[in-house]
Structure formats: C-alpha cells, structure tokens
C-alpha cells in the first residue's frame, strides 16, 4: 500500500493564498489530483495532472509538484473556497488510487 | 455534458450484499472507464474500483475479496456490489467517469475521476 499525507486543516483570511500540500513517494513517478469537496455536496475535479487547470474552475487555483510533495495554491481565497480538499494519485501500477486525508480550508 | 446518478437502497442488513447502480445520461458508456469512490459518515474519501471499457476492473486490496463492478450497456448503468457488508460499510457512495492519463515519468497508462454523480448514502445497522 501507499500514503498521501495531507494537514488536517489550513486557515486563512478572504484575499490571503491558501497552500495544501500533498506528500507521497508515488508522486515521484506519478502526478497528483486535487478535489474540492463543500460541505453536503460531490467532490470537484480542480486540479488534474499537477498543473492543469479545467476552465470552469477559477484562475485563482493552481498546482505544482516538487518531488515527491503536491502542492495546491489558491490565491486569494474567498470565503466560497472555503471546504474539504483531497489529493489523489494512480498507484505505482497505475490501474488503481488513493486519496489523501484531506485539508479543510477555512477561510474568514 | 455527461451526467451520472446513484441509486440503490438506502439500508442494507448486515452480511447481506450491498448493490448500487450508476446510471450515466448525456454521453454513451461504452466510451468512458467507470468508477466507485465512497466516504464512510465524517471522514475521508475512499477508492473502491474502476471498470475500464475494455472489460477488465482494478480494485481496493481492501476491498477486493467482496467488491464486484460490471457494466450494463443496454441500459448506459454501471453496478457495485459489496457482499457480506458490515457497519464499517456505512457511507456514501459515488460513482465516476474516469479518465485516462499517463505517468509524467515513464507515459504509462494511469487513470483518474473526472465527473462525479452526487452521491447515494447507505447505512447498514451494527
């Protein structure tokens, strides 16, 4: 088996950057993916292979990756950013996944 | 845009067997990989298993001695099934569309969800 770890929570102020970060050996060879999970609702995809970005997901989310350390940054926060964020990776065999344990970012 | 919907019963006894289904509107299935995710009440996202389109499934070690995905493409549905379920099966359950992608390091195939349904909440009593 195979862990990503995640801090349990961050907290910033409406208009600061918020970083999430995601560490794992398999993201040295594998890319990592980001979900945003508001309360009572399905995750959302907003971050895919390390970088990318879809276009409905706001420009003030992004990604990186360092090794073997995911990195999600919002930049700017707003108080409707506030929510669950869970990383994701495809194991070493790439046929299955993990996600990590989660942030909860509170922003206010 | 594709869309997809959960259904099963909400409350299944324990030791019995636990079946969901997906039903995927606005886009063929036979297009696509599926998946199942759950999350147990209060806690963190868990993978359960992909069905790829070519026939083959990958499933959660933890898992995989009870857990079984198929695909009905006559209806556009794509199932779970966990038999002899226990307490610790409690959750809320999502299905996925998952997407192919490839190792940044060697191109090997891997895979990732992309649109998720909204999810069905099953409890099984202790």
């Known amino acids: ?108 | 845009q594709v869309q997809l919907q959960e259904s099963g019963p909400g409350l299944v006894k324990p030791s019995e067997t636990l079946s969901l289904t997906c039903t995927v509107s606005g886009g063929s299935i036979n297009s696509y990989h599926w998946g199942w995710i759950r999350q147990p009440p209060g806690k963190g996202l868990e993978w359960i298993g992909f069905f790829f389109y070519i026939g083959s499934t990958s499933y959660n070690p933890s898992l995989e001695s009870r857990v079984t995905i198929s695909i009905d493409t006559s209806k556009n549905q794509f199932s779970l099934k966990v038999v002899s379920v226990t307490a610790t099966d409690t959750a809320m359950y999502y299905c996925a569309r998952v997407r192919p992608s490839s190792s940044w390091y060697d191109r090997s195939p891997t895979y990732y969800m992309d649109v998720w349904g909204k999810g069905t909440t099953v409890t099984v009593p202790s």
Do not use: H
């Open chain 1, 1 to 108: 088996s195979f862990e990503l770890t995640q801090p349990p929570s961050v907290s910033v102020s409406p208009g600061q950057t918020a970083t999430i970060t995601c560490s794992g050996d398999v993201l040295s060879k594998k890319y990592a993916y980001w979900y945003q999970q508001k309360s009572g609702q399905a995750p959302l995809l907003v971050i895919y292979e390390d970088t990318k970005r879809l276009s409905e997901i706001p420009e003030r989310f992004s990604g990186s990756r360092s090794g073997t350390r995911a990195t999600l940054t919002i930049s700017g926060a707003q108080v409707e950013d506030d929510a669950e964020y869970y990383c994701y990776s495809p194991d070493s065999s790439g046929y299955r996944g993990v996600f990590g344990g989660g942030t909860k970012l509170t922003v206010l």
